[in-house]
DNA sequence: GTCTATAGGTCGATAGAC
DNA sequence: GTCTATCGACCTATAGAC
């Protein structure tokens, strides 16, 4: 008796896991969870759908999975704002590396979208456990900022969710701002100048 | 050969369209599209399925219909900018509308965000037909505030874009903004001192 | 490949308004 | 009596799972 993701993984396994993950991402984020089907997931992955289900319990343990494993590298650029850094500097560039992260992981940050949007009912104790205590930790470094007078005074936590809002804009809309932006123009370019500006001129004492 | 939405539309039928819309922007605002089913609908309406499609041609009718009916009060705000008033005092007022919207009509906002993050594939028409041209005409109104020194100069779409990602944050991430704010506190009013903050900093010439 | 549940959609019969 | 409105039962395709 022996269960596909028990003992250790072999070459195959790590291979054809990390495949299907990357399917389901794709098909997850463009459809949403209820959107996608294990068809679609198993074509884009190569691979037939029974096959799909020797390595994962069901559509659901997919999504969990990929939730769960992105949430560390989406927390990432948050949790790297140092305490110890010039204020501005810091502030600026965690928005350039989120920008960067809506640039190059498009899909995850609509996988994320998706899943909030409906109400997080499968991230709510994520939620509560990963991103509460690391928010928390960061508005009180930044609040100490400004009680210094190293910062202009304003929420805290309303300028980390302008941060987010902001900067994922161009990958969450991006069917949006593909209409409205001439092709060919790069358009996180221009946002990061003006996410710049925006956030020197918010913050500057 | 009688349809049922043709000719004048009885007491009965005003009412009961108008119960089915709602209820159906109730339940696609929450699961989106492809989650959200005639059942559900139906029973949100308190009404039975097959009385659901005599009003409509099907699931998918109801849901353009909702995008179409919708599309005019949600661009409504941005109409309303003034290119006689004071500047600064327009795109404020712009930002607050936007905030009370999102206050007053958060399904409306989940229903668009969740018809855009899917690369709005019932709706890449109006947004070239309606959203673009006011887009344009307005993005235009603000440049030439601007080059007229009334404004500090920024990218005015990219103005836009943020206005519309800060203040619509709150309403698409309010199972995540939920989490991160202590209950009972009113976040949008805090919003709204916030934004009121960033633009006037950002703008001011 | 097969089984099963579900969800969109149809039909025909009935109830109610004018 | 006719037309509008309503609904239980049914059909079919699809999608998750084994």
Redesign the pocket.
Known sequence: MTEASARKPSRIQQRNRKIIMDAALEVFSRYGYRG????QIAEQAGLS??NI?YYFD???DIHVQLLNQLMESWLDPLEHMDPDGEPLTEILAYVRRKLEMTREFPRESRLFANEILQGAPRMGPHLESGLKPLFERKTTVIRDWMTQGKLAKVDPRHLVFSIWATTQHYADFDAQVQVLIPAGEDVVDGAETYLETLFTKLLTP
């Open positions: 996608a089907t294990l068809d759908k029974p289900l069901g559509k659901e």
